[in-house]
C-alpha cells in the first residue's frame, strides 16, 4: 500500500535561518507530488507542485522553493525564513484519483 | 482559478443529530471531489471521493453527493457521535492541482 512520510513534525526555527522540509511517498511510481501551507483556520494554500523529477510549479511568489531529486521525493526549502513563513506545512501525493497527505509540519519561527 | 466555499464555518450539535455540510465551487469542469476529516494538528484524511461522473458517494454513516453543474456538494454524517468532532474539508480536483475550502469545524456534545 502507499504510505507518505513527512519529517520533522514540529520545527521552531529563528528569522533568517535555512529550512528543509523533506517528504517521500512508497508503493508508488512517478505519483504527483505537492506542497500546501495552512494558516491558522484557514484552507489550504497550495505553494508547490511536480509532476515529474525535476520539474517544479509554483503557485505563489514567496520566499519558499520546491525541489524533486527523486521520484518519490519532493523537498520544501528556504535560504532565510520570515516570520510570514510560520505555519502548518503538508505534503501530498495524488493518483490519477485520489490525493494523500502526510501528517504534517508544525514550523514556528521566531 | 477555482474557489472553493464551505459553509457552515463551524457546527454544533448534540450527539445522535445528523450533520449537513455544505460545499461549493465556482469552476464545475473538474474530476472530481473529495472530502477529508483534520484532527486538531494533524495531516488530512481522506473521506470520500466523488468522481465527476457520479453523483453520490457511501460510506457507512457518511455520504455524499455532488451536483457538478451547479457546483455543490453535500456531506451527510448520520447520527453524529463525538468522535466526529473535527474540521472537515472538501477538495475539488481540476487537471493536476486540488483546490481547498476554508473547511467546517465541527463539534459533536456528548
Known amino acids: 500500500s502507499q504510505t507518505i512520510h513527512q519529517w520533522p513534525a514540529t520545527l521552531v526555527q529563528p528569522v533568517g535561518s535555512p529550512l528543509s522540509l523533506e517528504c517521500t511517498v512508497e508503493g508508488t511510481s512517478n505519483p504527483n507530488l505537492y506542497w500546501y501551507r495552512q494558516a491558522a483556520g484557514r484552507g489550504l494554500q497550495l505553494l508547490f507542485y511536480s509532476v515529474g523529477i525535476g520539474q517544479i510549479s509554483s503557485e505563489v511568489p514567496q520566499n519558499l522553493s520546491a525541489s524533486r531529486p527523486q521520484d518519490r521525493q519532493f523537498i520544501l526549502s528556504s535560504k532565510k525564513l520570515l516570520l510570514s513563513d510560520s505555519g502548518f506545512y503538508l505534503c501530498?501525493?495524488?493518483?490519477?484519483?485520489?490525493?494523500?497527505f502526510g501528517q504534517g509540519t508544525r514550523l514556528t519561527v521566531v | 482559478k477555482q474557489e472553493v466555499t464551505q459553509i457552515p464555518a463551524a457546527l454544533s450539535v448534540p450527539e445522535g443529530e445528523n450533520l449537513v455540510l455544505n460545499c461549493s465551487f465556482t469552476d464545475s469542469a473538474i474530476y472530481n471531489l473529495q472530502w477529508f476529516r483534520q484532527d486538531p494538528g494533524k495531516g488530512l484524511t481522506s473521506l470520500l471521493l466523488?468522481?465527476?461522473?457520479?453523483r453520490e458517494q457511501t460510506s457507512g454513516r457518511l455520504n455524499a453527493s455532488l451536483d457538478k453543474s451547479s457546483g455543490r456538494s453535500t456531506l451527510y454524517i448520520a447520527a453524529s457521535q463525538p468522535g466526529d468532532s473535527a474540521t472537515y474539508l472538501c477538495a475539488v480536483a481540476n487537471d493536476y492541482k486540488l483546490s481547498f475550502g476554508a473547511g467546517t469545524t465541527v463539534t459533536v456534545r456528548a
Open positions: 466523488i468522481q465527476s461522473s457520479q
Open positions: 501530498a501525493w495524488k493518483s490519477r484519483v485520489e490525493a494523500f
